[in-house]
């Protein structure tokens, strides 16, 4: 499957940023879909994941309650709604997907990766 992202930029605190992540040759249902992070400097993290029904969600304690994922499978589509952005979101955001069955936090189980887009927030 391959993943493209896409609705990054610069944004002030407080505001609000809607990142897409499209998929093409394989469906989405058929993965374990989530968003991670890299800020300048700092490993590759976890932000949001999303099971293969849609059912099961996870996130980061650091954006909880301001961050949501969802999955729109007849798209084959993946979102990441940033909500009240703090300084510390800067980083490149990436779109992953896990062809396993079980929602997992780590990096290196997941099995195609997006190139990233930049989100810049600032105070």
Not at 26 to 53: C, D, H, L, T
Not at 76 to 98: F, G, H, I, R, S
Request: charged share 15%; hydrophobic share 40%; net charge positive.
């Amino acid at each position: 499957v391959q993943l493209v992202e896409s609705g990054g930029g610069l944004v002030q605190a407080g505001g609000s940023l809607r990142l897409s992540c499209a998929a093409s040759g394989r469906s989405i249902s058929n993965y374990v879909m989530a968003w991670f992070r890299q800020a300048p400097g700092k490993e590759r993290e976890f932000v949001v994941g999303i099971s293969r029904s849609g059912g099961v969600t996870d996130s980061a304690a650091s954006v909880k309650g301001r961050f949501s994922m969802s999955r729109d499978s007849a798209k084959n589509m993946v979102y990441l709604q940033m909500n009240n952005l703090k300084p510390e979101d800067t980083a490149v955001y990436y779109c992953a997907a896990d062809a396993g069955t079980v929602l997992r936090t780590i990096a290196v189980v997941y099995d195609y990766w997006g190139q990233g887009t930049q989100v810049t927030v600032s105070s």
